[in-house]
Each structure stands twice: as C-alpha cells, then as structure tokens.
C-alpha cells in the first residue's frame, strides 16, 4: 500500500498562517528559506530532528506555500517505491503527470499529477537516508 505522508496547502500570508495554525492546533511551524521557495514545514506531531519525519507511525506533517493562483487548493502526498514506475502505473490509470520528477534534497523525488477527477496530488520517493 502507499500511504499518504504529507499534505501541503497554499498560503497568501505566512505569518498569519503560521499563527493560525500554531495557536488554534499548536503545530510547530519551520520557515525555510529562498532556496526552498520560503516553504514553511507543518509538525502536526513529534519530529525526528535528524531525519525531519514523524516519530509516531500513522502520522503526517504538511506544509505551505505561497498561494499564486486563486485556485490552488490543498494537496495530499502519496509515497511510492519508485517514482518511475509510479509515473507509468498513473499514467496508466488515467492521471496526468505534471512537469518532470523532482530531487527535493534530503526528502525524495517528488512529482505531481492531476487524477481523473481533476485533483492535484503528488507522489514522493523518500530518499534512501530517511
């Protein structure tokens, strides 16, 4: 099976998402930087500061980005064995892969797609370090 192991939602204020989030839920919130498109991490539960993944099996961190289309809505990450493969087998099904795999440093190749119903999702290879 593939489980999900990461939403990610569109922000249009980061410190006002970060508050929310911190204040209504009490999930720790990480700014990354330029280089990462000023990403910011959502630990919705207890992180290993090593390998950035949750310690409790079952559950997932998320996180956001800036919103640059009205449309945008959140999105689900699924992880895969091999994103190649999965690339095809989605394909296959039906779904529509969106650009070309990406190295995420650190977290995996990453590659999103629309599914027949028009949903973005995205699949992730976790690095072999994790």
Known sequence: SNP???FEMP??????????????FGWKMQQLGVE???????????????????????MINGGFYDRT???QAPSLV????DIKAHIEI???????????PMDIP??????AFIDPEGNRVSMLQPSKQM
């Open 4 to 6: 999900v192991v990461h």
């Open 11 to 24: 922000a249009n204020d980061r410190e006002r998402m970060k508050k929310f989030y911190e204040s209504a």
């Open 36 to 58: 990462m498109g000023n990403y910011v991490v959502a630990h919705t539960s207890e992180t290993d500061e090593k390998t950035g993944m949750v310690k409790k099996p079952g």
């Open 69 to 71: 289309d009205a449309t």
């Open 78 to 81: 699924i992880a895969v064995d």
């Open 90 to 100: 989605v394909k296959k099904a039906g779904g529509k892969i969106e650009g070309e």
């Open 106 to 111: 650190g977290i995996g190749w990453h590659a």
